[in-house]
């Protein structure tokens, strides 16, 4: 009795951690449609083919909106972020580097704010993971 009410369960556990991300878009959708998608794939990401995918979406809606500036921002700064939880840390650091020269450039008062301070933020984490470990000194004369 007991295996005909368990096996139903763990089919239905294996099925829904089977679940992968997309790969693409469905439909003629906005920017921000894109966006919140690729963001919703993001917290679907279990493998590093996910991060590969989901890094592909975010790309995807900064080639096909390039006029949209803040999303755009908003979308590298996600990717950076991707990076940086695969520990790519040089790859991630490069590219919050890239998101902060943006803010240098003209008409910049379009971008939000988060991405320029969150990407301050992540090159202090990465340089702290990535910064050479001191080793003790045993003391001499022994």
């Not at 917290?43 to 590093?48: D, E």
């Not at 991060?51 to 590298?76: D, Q, S, W």
């Not at 003209?106 to 301050?120: G, R």
Request: proline content about 4%; glycine content about 4%.
């Amino acid at each position: 009795m007991k295996f005909r009410i368990l096996i139903p369960v763990f089919v239905s556990v294996f099925l829904f951690s089977c679940v992968t991300v997309k790969t693409n878009f469905a439909g003629d959708l906005s920017a921000e449609e894109m966006f919140f998608q690729a963001q919703v794939q993001q917290g679907q990401i279990k493998t590093k083919k996910d991060y590969e995918a989901v890094i592909g979406l975010f790309r995807t809606v900064t080639e096909r909106f390039p006029e949209y500036k803040a999303i755009g921002i908003e979308c590298r700064y996600e990717i950076a972020y991707l990076l940086y939880r695969q520990k790519k840390y040089r790859d991630a650091e490069d590219s919050f580097y890239e998101i902060l020269r943006f803010y240098e450039k003209e008409n910049s008062e379009v971008l939000p704010d988060w991405p320029k301070t969150l990407s301050n933020l992540m090159i202090g984490k990465i340089e702290e993971k990535t910064k050479p470990k001191e080793k003790s000194n045993p003391k001499k004369g022994r």
